[in-house]
């Protein structure tokens, strides 16, 4: 999403200073957060298809895979998974959303399967997480760091609270998130470009798809 198709935003977030941009380093990895069924069903507390630009948000995440794939760029997964009958390592999380119980381990509804084409190959990394960020109490920096990426790539769902919540961390450990805007998806519309808007404020780069797939085919050697 560009600039002039934000809503209107007060005259700060329009000023320079909001605009500076981190940039692309040296060394990119993607990184898919919680792209499973949970969002795409109409059988789930988490269902994001009424609307309709996250609905479509998976055909984004696919090109930028194969891109990813295709240029040898690292693939990272942040899934989440429960693990204690009880959810008591749910902590305050699912006591604010009890939805979160989809997760765990057990459950017999599926709504942590793949999505198709969306689905983790025996080389990359899945990192499992309990809360939004995929940095919180996991390893995840330690990956990137073994990768040798300064680069986060970050598309998933939802916008305005895993991707939301991961870009902001990442930037707080010192790595560059860059947010794709269409492969990314959230339940509402507003709250979508609102959260946007504000990460690329911020936290982090909003770039297009054309840009994420034009920089990960690069030479990066």
């Avoid at 999380?93 to 459950?107: A, P, T, V």
């Avoid at 998933?156 to 930037?171: F, L, P």
């Amino acid at each position: 999403m560009a600039h002039s198709e934000y809503p209107p935003m007060a005259p700060s977030y329009q000023s320079a200073e909001s605009n500076i941009k981190l940039g692309w380093g040296s060394r990119p990895a993607l990184m898919l957060i919680d792209v499973c069924r949970a969002y795409w069903s109409e059988e789930s507390p988490l269902n994001l298809l009424g609307n309709p630009e996250a609905a479509a948000s998976p055909n984004s995440m696919r090109r930028l895979l194969s891109a990813a794939r295709a240029s040898n760029t690292p693939v990272l997964w942040a899934q989440v998974r429960y693990n204690k009958g009880t959810m008591l390592d749910g902590g305050m999380q699912y006591k604010k959303s009890s939805g979160c119980s989809i997760w765990q381990e057990g459950d017999t509804r599926g709504m942590d399967a793949w999505l198709p084409g969306l689905e983790a190959a025996a080389e990359d990394t899945v990192v499992f997480k309990k809360n939004p960020s995929a940095f919180f109490a996991t390893t995840l920096s330690s990956e990137l760091q073994l990768l040798n990426v300064d680069t986060l790539v970050l598309c998933g769902v939802s916008t305005s609270g895993c991707v939301r919540a991961t870009a902001v961390d990442a930037v707080c450990h010192g790595f560059r998130p860059i947010v794709v805007g269409s492969a990314s998806g959230d339940r509402s519309p507003a709250i979508q470009n609102a959260t946007l808007r504000d990460l690329d404020a911020n936290y982090a780069d909003v770039v297009s798809e054309e840009e994420a797939i034009s920089k990960m085919l690069a030479d990066w050697s």
